[in-house]
């Protein structure tokens, strides 16, 4: 790559004019050394990424591109810290009949864990970019029953008892030539994801006819852990605390705020939800037809709630993306996780409804 491209890298990120000149030559240098046997994904999409800081001339300020830049969009200093913070070692990488999946970045937290994965199938294989309408590619195949399934297990491979998804994001493959992908898992959880394992059957190319061609498959198994720390979260005083939903007053018992999401409890009056229900004009039971063809009676239960947001300084509301709950007669407890991380020293307070919960 000649000098030019490196520049036009460069212009992506704020840099002054010394400091360009200065990470270009060092680049120019760093292509000019020995060969590289296994080129990484990162060199052409971030070039910052060479050198994990780059001393700006002129300034007393240190750039450091991220590899998350990829899959959040670019972060800004606050949200690289948070991901800096809750990034903790990285699980080795996995081989398996000729295929290998390395990590090369990880972070999370008690609920919430971000994995971004090389991997790099058999020699001679060409993984070229998939439209992802008419044919994606798949972590998992079609035979679930033998094992083909992405998944979350426990260390002695039992099922975790907790709610959990598991969603991966292709990233941009700047060699659609060779035989490698990278992609990020995201793990969202109510419950913790400490020691968890995660297993990656292998990779599969799926058309929109649910058709699954397998590329490879072996045992990928990385444990979660690093980073995971529940003192990320930030207890929130609400005593007293209530809010108002269409069918009644809910009552907050708990509430914790992390960078990258917020759980939540509270509780309301069964009887008197459910009657402001009827009144309302929802019916109480309904008919529904069994698997037998019987026509059985099925209580249609209100479940009140009202939409919890976290306001920052500048007024912007930061939604919950994805979430999580479970609940009984009279009580509901919610996890509840944000689209990006959070630097959580521009929030103002919390917006239960249209009740202010402060944070300081």
Same mark, same amino acid.
């Given at each position: ?20 000149? !200065? ?37 007393? !300020? ?26 903790? /070692?990285?699980?080795?990488?996995? $081989?398996? /009949? ?58 002695? /491979? ?31 959880a109510d419950g913790d994801l400490e020691g968890k394992v995660l297993h990656i059957p292998g990779l599969w190319k799926q058309t929109d006819g649910k058709a699954y061609t397998e590329i490879f498959s ?37 509430? *914790?705020? $992390? ?53 920052? *300084? ?11 709950? *479970? ?34």
């Amino acid at each position: 790559m000649d000098r030019n491209a490196y520049q036009s890298e460069l212009d992506q990120v704020q840099f002054t004019e010394a400091g360009r000149s !200065a990470l270009t030559d060092a680049l120019m240098a760093e292509q000019a050394g020995p060969p590289v046997q296994h080129r990484s994904l990162w060199m052409k999409r971030g070039m910052a990424a060479v050198l994990a800081a780059v001393l700006l001339v002129g300034t007393a !300020a240190a750039v450091t591109a991220s590899l998350w830049d990829s899959f959040f969009g670019r972060l800004d200093p606050g949200e690289q810290a948070v991901v800096d913070t809750l990034s903790g /070692g990285l699980p080795g990488a996995v $081989s398996a /009949g000729g295929a290998m999946m390395t990590p090369m970045a990880a972070f999370g937290m008690d609920g919430a864990f971000y994995l971004m994965l090389e991997i790099q199938a058999p020699e001679g294989t060409v993984l070229p970019p998939l439209d992802g309408e008419n044919e994606t590619y798949q972590l998992f195949g079609d035979d679930i029953l033998n094992g083909e399934w992405l998944e979350l297990r426990e260390p002695d /491979g039992g099922d975790p008892a907790i709610s959990y998804s598991t969603e991966f994001t292709w990233l941009e493959d700047p060699d659609p030539a060779d035989n490698t992908l990278t992609v990020v898992l995201s793990i969202l959880a109510d419950g913790d994801l400490e020691g968890k394992v995660l297993h990656i059957p292998g990779l599969w190319k799926q058309t929109d006819g649910k058709a699954y061609t397998e590329i490879f498959s072996g045992d990928f198994d990385f444990v979660l852990s690093g980073g995971l720390a529940e003192d990320s979260l930030l207890a929130v005083d609400v005593a007293g605390v209530t809010a108002q939903a269409p069918c009644g007053t809910l009552t907050m018992d708990r509430l *914790k705020v $992390s960078p990258l999401g917020l759980q939540w409890s509270y509780h309301y009056d069964e009887n008197a939800v459910q009657a402001a229900a009827a009144e309302n004009g929802r019916d109480a039971v309904a008919l529904v037809t069994a698997d037998s063809g019987e026509v059985v009676e099925f209580s249609d239960i209100a479940i009140p709630d009202t939409e919890l947001l976290l306001v920052l *300084k500048d007024g912007t509301q930061v939604d919950v993306a994805s979430s999580f709950s *479970k609940g009984g007669s009279g009580w509901m407890e919610q996890s509840g996780f944000f689209a990006r991380p959070v630097d959580l020293s521009q929030a103002d307070y919390l917006l239960w409804g249209e009740t202010e919960i402060p944070l300081h």
